[in-house]
């Protein structure tokens, strides 16, 4: 035992509980039952009545936090540094360290002590295997955190790797309302039901035990849907709020950045492995596009332009297309270049310039794919300069990356 002070207060704490517990018990409370059945080939079908404690003891939870037992039981909770990371879980409307440390840590370990119990009929093996399994996860060698997001608009026929630890996956029947009892009000319309309602969008990541605060999830699965619609052009969304999970506990609810949690207009489509590898070569560079700032408002306004309608779908259209291209020559010059970019020859090159006097939008998606796979923008802007000059052949995408154009 690494703490045995944190032991004895966290006991107190839990033992008041029951004492609770049972008082409302004695006084009408309702605790319910599952009634399960377990069947096995050639031996009689055996049936058990489970409690569901969980929710009998969350239901209380807020009145118990009043008490002194757990006032004592936050403060040892506070003076740990191995707690720390724990202290920011996003647990409420309005979190704050002691509210996030009760909700993470207090209310989960008299959760996993009652269900070892069966009950409110205290067990001290029970809770020694619910208190080894907080000391493990507070002062073990780190953490794994986890975060998933509901994700619309795309479906998978497998499991997606984005790289940077994110994934697209489909989701399993009741894997977030297993952790989250309120998850059913939180997910988008029609989620687990619909084709393009299936999957989540999952960042897993291990972390050291001296981490202080979990991962920025809502910017880095912001950054994969930009991706997505980036490679897909689906109506992708994630969201409207993110489940996080720290060695594989429930640890709090954050809502998704707003810009990826709203779905654009569009038909959904499939992720297949082509798609999804142009997205996982198009998310780290999103990363770093904040150092070129041309590029990186070129992407804010294709973005916004995605969710707007005309004459303001335009205007960003032409101010994405000049910043990405235009290299202070102008709409036009950042037209021509765009169309020496994707077209394949004299005539393709000749349709696409048309198009992109249009502002079509798709047009310039593409070659927005092409200048973050590309790399440096300015070199790219004067390779196609000489391309147009007939001095060289146009820029070529990533060898790995020219079968797998959207």
Known sequence: MKAPHLYESLRRFCLGAFSVFAADLETGADLPFAFEEHGSYGRPTLYEYRPLVRGFVEA??????????????????????????????????????????????????????????????WDDTAYDRAYLELETSLFGEGHA?????????????????????????????????????????????????????????????????????????????????????????????????IFERLDWRPYGIRPALPIAATPPAGEPTRLDRFRGAVAAALLPKLGTVEDDHELAEALDRWELSIFQGEPFRSEQLRAALTAALGGGDGLWAASVRAAALLGEDARDRAELFSRLRDL???????????????????????????????LRQRPRRPTGLRAKAS
Do not use: M, N
């Open 360 to 390: 079509a939008g798709d047009v310039i998606r593409r070659a927005l794919v092409e200048l973050l796979l590309q790399g440096d923008r300015r070199a790219l802007i004067a390779g196609l300069d000489e391309t147009l000059l007939g």
């Open 60 to 121: 209380r939870a807020s009145r118990l936090a009043a008490r002194e037992d757990a006032r004592q039981a936050l403060e040892d909770l506070r003076a740990e540094p191995a707690a720390t990371i724990f202290a920011c879980a996003r647990a409420g409307p309005k979190p704050d360290e002691e509210h996030a440390l009760y909700a993470s840590v207090l209310v989960p370990l008299l959760v996993r002590t009652a269900e070892g119990c069966g009950g409110f009929d």
């Open 145 to 241: 955190y986890g975060a998933a997001a509901p994700l619309v608009g795309i479906s998978v026929g497998e499991q997606v790797d984005l790289g940077g630890e994110i994934r697209v996956r489909a989701a399993a029947t009741g894997e977030l309302a297993a952790h989250w009892p309120e998850a059913g009000g939180l997910l988008p319309h029609g989620f687990g039901r619909e084709p393009d309602r299936l999957c989540v969008l999952e960042l897993e990541r291990s972390l050291d035990r001296r981490a202080a605060e979990p991962p920025d999830a809502p910017a880095e699965l912001a950054d994969a849907v930009t991706a997505l619609r980036l490679a897909t052009a689906a109506p992708v969304a994630a969201g409207p709020v």
